[in-house]
Every structure is written in C-alpha cells, then in structure tokens.
C-alpha cells in the first residue's frame, strides 16, 4: 500500500505542476503572438523599439512552446503512466540542465570576449546611424536604449565621434544621448527633424557622458545575487523534476505500462 500510495503521490504531483506548466506555456506563446502582432501599440505605450519587440515576442514565443511541450510530456507521461514519454521528458529537463550550465560556464570565462563582441556591434550602429532612410531596427534599439538608461556611446559619449555625419558637423549630436538636465536647450536639426537622429549644440555637446556599457554592468552587480537566484531556483526545480520522472518512470512495471493502448 505504501509503495502504490507514494507512487500515486507522485505521478498526480508531476500532473499538477506540468499542467500549471503547461497553462503557463500558452499564456506566453499568446503573448508573445499578441506583441508580434500588435508591436504599434506596445512600442507607443512602452516606449520601446520595434525591433526590440519583435525580439522579445520571438523570445516569448519559443519559451511558450517549449514549456508547453514539457507541460505535455509531463501531463500525459504521469498520468497515464507512459515510459516513453516519461523518458523524453527527463531527456528535455536534463539537456536544459546541461545547456544552462554550459551557457553560465561560457559566460563566467569569456566574459571579455562577450563585452568586446557587443562593444565591436554597437560601434557599427554608431559608425552608419543616420544614413539610412527609415532607420534599421537595431538602430531604433540602441536608441531606445540609450534614453532609457540615460547613457551615451558604449565606452562613453565620444563614441559617436566616429559617426559618418557627425565628423562631416562641428554642431551636430546624436538627440537620444540629451540630458535633459543640461542647461543647454535642445536644438533639433532642420534638415532632419526627427528626434531619434541628430541636434544642434554650440559648444559643449549637452549628453549623458557615460557609456552604456558601465550602466549595464553597474546592473549586472547590483541584481547578481537575484539572477543568480532565479538560476538556482530554476535548476534545483529541474533536478526534482527529473528526479521524480526517473523514480516514477522505474517504479512503474510492465503491468503498468500503457504505451500498448495507442498502438
């Protein structure tokens, strides 16, 4: 009795939480499919860039699927006590284990390499901003990004001293990187009026001086202890699940066995 009450046990409580998962997963697959298709909304009310929207909404998309497919796996396989699926579904939560902490490893070692390709990319955005005519997603970001951090540049404001337009101007700076603090007036350009490009400035550019990427890691340490949670929190969950998958799915006998019933 005791044997059958604890593999109940089990099985119903790996039925609840993948069902939860399960009902989680649709919820972001149809978020993420609501911000795909509604990004005009999303973008005026956020302020955020399309592009950075699509991202999320692709991000959004595959974590849905994939936790709804592990929902499934985990529903179905307790439930009906089904060894196949019970092993698939151990063999996705241990490959996630795996990746997570491969990607944690690569991170921690090269995290040099990481700044510097980042670093490389934005100077690019810099290099070529305002020469295209609307401009390119990633330029709509980093613009974005810029007046929501309030930083200027990646290394810092003189960044876009590299920019093509700017070196051809003695008074133009990039408008997103305005500290609205200065006691400069902002000048938006004639020839170009729109806010996200270029402004006029005599003398002193009135910007945010430090670079983006100080901001980001400046945040990366005041928020590590909570990533670093969520991590863990997220690991020891996926241990248990695998636990209990491998304990229910070698508990079960061939009596048990209900893989006959769909063939």
């Not at 399960?22 to 149809?30: E, N, R, T, V």
């Not at 005599?202 to 928020?223: A, D, M, S």
Request: charged share 10%; with cysteine; proline share 3%.
């Amino acid at each position: 009795m005791s044997h059958k009450g604890c593999l109940s046990v089990t099985k119903y409580f790996l039925f609840v939480f993948n069902l939860f998962f399960f009902i989680l997963g649709s919820l972001l697959f149809s978020f993420g499919l609501w911000v795909l298709f509604d990004r005009n909304s999303f973008a005026f009310n956020l302020g955020s860039s399309f592009y950075a929207l699509k991202v999320w909404s692709y991000i959004f998309c595959g974590v849905g699927i994939l936790t709804m497919l592990l929902g499934f796996l985990g529903c179905l396989g307790s439930l009906k006590e089904i060894k196949c699926m019970l092993g698939f579904y151990f063999a996705f939560l241990l490959l996630l284990f795996v990746a997570q902490i491969a990607i944690g490893i690569y991170i921690y070692t090269q995290n040099n390499t990481l700044s510097d390709t980042i670093g490389q990319y934005v100077q690019g955005i810099i290099l070529d901003y305002g020469r295209n005519t609307p401009p390119l997603d990633q330029e709509e970001s980093w613009v974005v990004l810029q007046q929501q951090l309030h930083c200027c540049g990646w290394n810092s404001y003189t960044d876009w001293w590299t920019n093509i337009i700017i070196r051809n101007s003695t008074t133009l700076y990039p408008c997103s990187c305005h500290n609205a603090s200065h006691l400069d007036v902002k000048e938006t350009n004639d020839t170009n009026p729109e806010p996200t490009d270029f402004c006029n400035a005599q003398g002193t550019w009135p910007v945010y001086k430090e670079g983006c990427k100080e901001i980001v890691h400046i945040w990366l340490n005041n928020n590590v202890i909570t990533i670093v949670g969520i991590c863990l929190g997220i690991a020891l969950m996926e241990l248990c699940f695998m636990t209990l998958s491998m304990f229910l799915c070698r508990t079960i006998g061939p009596n048990y066995d209900k893989l006959t019933r769909y063939s």
